[in-house]
């Protein structure tokens, strides 16, 4: 019903930056919450910042300061502007989208690779 599209991933030096998108197409009226996660190896994933359809936020304690979310309902595209990125900070990172009303992610992203260099 839903489908998101990532791109933006890449490998940066430690203290660089990246910009995250994620096009979401499909039935997306219903859609409220945007948000993204990341997942390194041999780790639990995590959700990295999310974003409401009014622009309420939330930010992991080690991304905040650092990174934001933003969104732009004319075009239903979330962004994550990721700035003095971390080696810590290299994982896979999905986009995900949460329907009104429910306690669930509904559609998740294919998920694109964030490698940060020492």
């Known amino acids: 019903q839903v489908q998101l599209v990532e791109s933006g991933g890449g490998l940066v030096q430690a203290g660089g930056s990246l910009r995250l998108s994620c096009a979401a197409s499909?039935?997306?009226?219903?859609?409220?919450?945007m948000g993204w996660f990341r997942q390194a190896p041999g780790k639990e994933r995590d959700n990295v910042a999310r974003?409401?359809?009014?622009?309420?936020?939330y930010y992991a304690d080690s991304v905040l300061g650092r990174f934001t979310i933003s969104r732009d309902n004319a075009k239903n595209t979330v962004y994550l502007q990721m700035n003095m990125l971390k080696p810590e900070d290299t994982a896979v990172y999905y986009c995900?989208?949460?329907?009104?009303?429910?306690?669930?992610?509904?559609?998740w992203g294919q998920g694109t690779q964030v490698t940060v260099s020492s």
């Open positions: 974003i409401n359809w009014v622009g309420n936020t």
């Open positions: 499909g039935r997306t009226s219903d859609m409220d919450t």
């Open positions: 995900a989208a949460r329907r009104y009303a429910r306690s669930e992610y509904d559609f």
